[in-house]
């Protein structure tokens, strides 16, 4: 592993920016349990990207790339389940 | 620019992921105009995060990063654009 630097400390406020960034959206489709406006197709997609982002990062030996999306892909995973939820209630 | 090789495939790959997900989103958006079940914080924090990820990217040398933010953050100002536009229509 990297040892921490100025850019590790850069990637890792990145990180927590895109990552806490769900947060809202997570309180939110908490709180409504709707999910009409967001897409099905998109919440897929990221969930998988972010998924292989961080083997990207666990290859590429890039703290900041792991930490980040592992903790996006829990947060990501809840909204996918809501969604997905919600679609299996609506036939 | 370190040279193309599996890792930098596997990172343009999840990059892509992560970067078309938005597409359906902004379409969607684009459809419907509307923006309700969105968050503002989480559009301005991601916006935010992705552009400081570019950043990194770019001092890292990083080409994966660089490629799939700085697309992912197109994508993304279009839908804040509309999210800030329907919320100064309504007051």
């Given at each position: ?14 990180g927590t ?26 919440l ?12 990207y990062?666990?290859?590429m ?16 995973f ?14």
């Open positions: 592993m990297a040892r921490m630097n100025r850019l590790d400390a850069l990637g890792l406020f990145a920016l895109t990552t806490i960034a769900f947060l809202p959206q997570v309180v939110r489709t908490w709180r409504t349990r709707r999910t009409d406006d967001l897409s099905l197709a998109m897929v997609l990221f969930t998988l990207g972010v998924g292989l982002w961080t083997v990062g666990v290859m030996k890039l703290l900041p790339l792991i930490v980040a999306n592992a903790a996006t892909l829990l947060l990501i809840f909204i996918l389940w809501v969604k997905i939820r919600n679609l299996s209630r609506r036939p």
